[in-house]
């Protein structure tokens, strides 16, 4: 079996982006439009490859950032599996002094182990972990697609990247995203590799 290649995508920009405002999986923002103007870079960058399915979680921006591949005609399944983590009573507000030292709290949790941890009405990394497991079964099982478009967000991201790299999720913050930020692995049938890394050639100028 000859190797397939799955591209991961995080999101394009939103206002609650620029404005530091917490979104998670329980707010459903749209793209402004610099998300929208990396969304057709992506698509003049990639517009190309030959990609046999498009995955998205099921909140608008992620769908939004394909949207172009869409109307191409491209086949897309939408998963809550790929939802953003949910940061409970913190999502839709913007972050205070005193809340950024809970967060940052929690994440030094998550880095010395305790991927149980979470915010206050929010989901701990192993809780996302477990429900992204069935897609990456799911994503392993359709061997006839060989090249797929995974579009999710930044917490999900890493999340499943320790999971299909099989990296404890203490390891997470290890990997880096941006808004329309590109991870290219290649799947051999039995193990992932990176190929491409924290990949933004497609926006530069």
């Not at 979680?57 to 591949?69: E, I």
């Not at 203490?170 to 329309?180: A, D, R, Y």
């Given at each position: 079996m000859r190797p397939r290649t799955i591209f991961l995508l995080r999101h394009g920009q939103t206002d609650f982006n620029v404005q530091n405002i917490v979104q998670g999986s329980g707010i459903d923002s749209d793209l402004n439009d610099t998300g929208r103007a990396q969304a057709?870079?992506?698509?003049?960058?990639?517009?190309?490859?030959?990609?046999?399915?498009?995955?998205?979680?099921?909140?608008?921006?992620?769908?939004?950032?394909?949207?172009?591949?869409?109307?191409?005609?491209?086949?897309?399944?939408?998963?809550?599996?790929?939802?953003?983590?949910?940061w409970g009573r913190r999502e839709g507000t913007r972050i205070t002094v005193a809340e950024d030292a809970e967060y940052r709290a929690t994440l030094a949790a998550w880095a010395a182990g305790d991927d149980t941890a979470r915010l206050e009405g929010g989901e701990s990394p192993a809780e996302v972990a477990a429900r992204q497991r069935p897609f990456i079964e799911l994503l392993k099982a359709r061997a006839d697609e060989h090249t797929v478009l995974v579009c999710l967000h930044g917490r999900a991201l890493r999340v499943l990247l320790c999971q299909l790299l099989h990296y404890p999720l203490?390891?997470?913050?290890?990997?880096?995203?941006?808004?329309?930020c590109l991870y290219k692995l290649e799947f051999t049938g039995t193990v992932f590799v990176v190929k491409n890394f924290l990949d933004t050639a497609h926006l530069r100028d």
């Open positions: 057709a870079r992506f698509l003049a960058a990639y517009g190309r490859v030959p990609f046999d399915k498009v995955y998205t979680s099921a909140l608008r921006r992620t769908r939004q950032s394909v949207q172009g591949f869409l109307d191409l005609g491209l086949p897309h399944e939408s998963h809550a599996a790929l939802n953003e983590i949910s203490s390891c997470m913050q290890g990997f880096e995203h941006s808004n329309l």
